[in-house]
């Protein structure tokens, strides 16, 4: 089979050139491309340079095993989107441990299943394209978003949020450390916007409202500057209309279609239509360009 154009690049990365064999041909026939390698440096050195969709690694390997290749791609080069699925001839719960605390997503014992393989990959395929552009729709649209860790240290922010972490004196790039005192409210904070925590620093307050908080302990943090407040907040005011609907509107403004705007804020694209249907109303319009018109203007006041 001729891989799509936008099939998806698949690093095999085990020791034995046999198992590299089987797998680059039984993915080459599923219409992926895939790039094989058979040590952890030279995986390293391959994703440094060109970043695949997902790697298959193999737990046990000379020199430099998988658990460590993992270990360098998620903090120091600071891949944790990337999806890492595991392969080993031990099927046993310490492998099983070290391969989730290191960041892989998955699991799989060899012999390996193909038909197992293959499903499983492609809800990780799925679930790190839609990150990616869930990621890509938050840098867009000016979000102040940032991913940290249980320990509180930074795996990822947008473009803007880094801005205001850096003008109230915090560093921002991938690995660094929250404040203690963020750390602290994390810890107790619940999953969603329940409760937030104002930062104060150099006569400016920035308010920290968690998102969303994963089962690995990652929590997504969302930065409202206290002096301006948030798009949705103005929009909110401005129109009269809902906090999820303020939201919808925001994303509608940016150019989302339903089905984005229902991944984005994970709605089913029912309740978006049906947000819609209440802006529009509420608006006194029929149509979405004269709300995004609407909202620009409110916006770029």
């Known amino acids: 089979m001729t891989p799509a154009a936008d099939a998806p690049n698949v690093l095999i990365v085990d020791d034995h050139s046999d198992t590299?064999?089987?797998?680059?041909?039984?993915l080459g026939a599923e219409g992926m491309l895939t790039t094989p390698v058979s040590d952890g440096r030279a995986a390293l050195s391959i994703i440094a340079r060109s970043q695949p969709d997902i790697v298959l690694l193999d737990a046990l390997m000379?020199?430099?095993?998988?658990?460590?290749?993992?270990?360098v791609?998620?903090?120091e080069m600071g891949l944790s989107d990337l999806p890492v699925m595991f392969m080993t001839g031990r099927n046993d719960s310490e492998h099983v441990v070290r391969a989730l605390a290191c960041g892989g997503v998955d699991f799989i014992a060899k012999p390996i299943v193909l038909s197992e393989l293959f499903a499983r990959m492609r809800v990780h395929l799925t679930n790190a394209r839609k990150t990616r552009s869930a990621r890509e729709a938050l840098d867009s649209i000016g979000r102040r978003i940032v991913a940290v860790d249980k320990a509180g240290n930074v795996l990822w922010a947008t473009p803007q949020a880094q801005d205001l972490l850096m003008r109230i004196g915090l560093r921002a790039e991938e690995g660094s450390a929250l404040p203690?005192?963020?750390?602290?409210?994390?810890?107790?904070?619940?999953?969603?916007d329940a409760s937030a925590y104002v930062y104060r620093r150099f006569e400016r307050e920035v308010e920290?409202?968690?998102?969303?908080?994963?089962?690995?302990?990652?929590?997504?943090?969302?930065?409202?500057?206290?002096?301006?407040?948030t798009q949705e907040e103005r929009l909110a005011q401005a129109f009269n209309i809902s906090p999820r609907e303020a939201e919808v509107l925001l994303w509608l403004t940016h150019g989302k279609s339903n089905k984005e705007i229902a991944e984005i804020l994970q709605l089913s694209p029912?309740?978006?239509?049906?947000?819609?249907?209440?802006?529009?109303?509420?608006?006194?319009?029929?149509?979405?360009?004269?709300?995004?018109?609407?909202?620009v203007r409110v916006l770029w006041d």
């Open 20 to 26: 590299l064999d089987m797998l680059s041909d039984a």
């Open 62 to 71: 000379p020199d430099m095993d998988g658990f460590e290749v993992c270990q």
């Open 73 to 75: 791609l998620k903090t």
């Open 180 to 192: 203690w005192e963020v750390k602290v409210w994390l810890e107790s904070a619940p999953s969603q």
């Open 208 to 229: 920290l409202r968690t998102m969303e908080r994963r089962a690995d302990g990652v929590a997504l943090i969302r930065l409202i500057d206290r002096e301006t407040g």
């Open 270 to 295: 029912r309740t978006v239509n049906k947000h819609l249907e209440q802006i529009f109303e509420k608006l006194g319009i029929e149509n979405r360009t004269a709300a995004a018109t609407m909202s």
